[in-house]
Nanobody, 119 residues
């Protein structure tokens, strides 16, 4: 049962932009927050950005001023979160994972989408 579907990854040159999207299925109700995490080879998964249902955002220091997270919520039945990534750097290369928090259930994760920044 697929519950978080991601899209938008790919290969981009340094300084370029990408937009990631993640749609939550209607089976995930009561979402409090959604977010993006990333995991580079040989490293632990790390927070990129999160946004609550009230619009409060949180960013990793490494992406502040370059990345923007936003959401669209339709009748609390389908939530979509976006990550606009500008001024991309090679160190942004990673698999990016979408997340959804709907307490008291465990965090939901997407399948991941590869972002590669290289010339």
């Amino acid at each position: 049962q697929v519950q978080l579907v991601e899209s938008g990854g790919g290969l981009v040159q340094p300084g370029g932009s990408l937009r990631l999207s993640c749609a939550a299925s209607a089976s995930i109700f009561g979402i409090y927050a959604m977010g993006w995490y990333r995991q580079a080879p040989g490293k632990q998964r790390e927070l990129v950005a999160t946004i609550t249902s009230g619009g409060v955002t949180n960013y990793a220091d490494s992406v502040k001023g370059r990345f923007t997270i936003s959401t669209i919520s339709r009748d609390n039945a389908k939530n979509t979160v976006y990550l606009q990534m500008n001024s991309l750097k090679p160190e942004d290369t990673a698999v990016y994972y979408c997340s959804a928090d709907a307490p008291p259930r465990p965090r939901f994760w997407g399948q991941g989408t590869q972002v590669t920044v290289s010339s």
